[in-house]
């Protein structure tokens, strides 16, 4: 197993990491939508949507890989209600084949952020 971590992410806030390599998969923690340069979230969805992708996208590439290994996510919202904003957001970083999703609403996000995403990468 090989920890990944990357300072173009927010570091973890709590004892886990970043993402974890085993074989072939790597499973990335959920990503916030932290800029890891200010440390500070925007107001919008659309804007944190696009962060915590971006953070995802940044941690994959640690680890050597990019979206396009990424073969399952989970999407984790404050209002289902921006699912529409969330999707069209979402669908821009990735190309078909899509990866498998989940996508749910949830009492609380760390930071009171709007969303979070994490995912599984697999390196073929």
Known sequence: MKQISTTNA???IGPYSQALSAGNLTFVS?????????GLMADTI?????QALTNLKNVLAAAGLDMSNVIKTAVFLADLGD????NRIYESFFEAPYPARSCVQ???IPKGALVEIECIAIKE
């Open 10 to 12: 927010p570091a973890a």
């Open 30 to 38: 959920g990503q916030i939508p932290v800029d890891p340069a200010t």
């Open 46 to 50: 659309e804007e944190q949507a696009t």
């Open 83 to 86: 699912f529409p904003v969330v």
């Open 106 to 108: 949830v009492a609380g």
